[in-house]
């Protein structure tokens, strides 16, 4: 089962928030991100380790943005 990307939710103020559509890109410093949304219309943007963006890539859970 593959593990599903979250991030906190600006406008609704919630934690841990099922990211959908997640698609990650790299940062000019080298960095990997993820941006999508909860589903309800609010974008949802998380910074993530590079080991955690190849696994959600390779496990299906995003799309590659680079």
């Given at each position: 089962?593959?593990?599903?990307?979250?991030?906190?939710?600006?406008?609704?103020?919630?934690k841990n928030v099922p990211m959908?559509?997640?698609?990650?890109?790299?940062?000019?410093?080298?960095?990997?991100?993820?941006?999508?949304?909860?589903?309800?219309?609010?974008?949802?943007?998380?910074?993530?380790?590079?080991?955690?963006?190849?696994?959600?890539?390779?496990?299906?859970?995003?799309?590659?943005?680079?």
């Amino acid at each position: 089962m593959s593990k599903m990307l979250t991030a906190y939710c600006m406008k609704t103020k919630e934690k841990n928030v099922p990211m959908q559509d997640a698609v990650i890109t790299k940062t000019a410093r080298g960095g990997y991100m993820a941006q999508g949304h909860d589903g309800k219309g609010n974008k949802m943007t998380t910074m993530l380790s590079e080991a955690t963006a190849l696994e959600a890539i390779g496990n299906g859970v995003a799309k590659k943005g680079w």
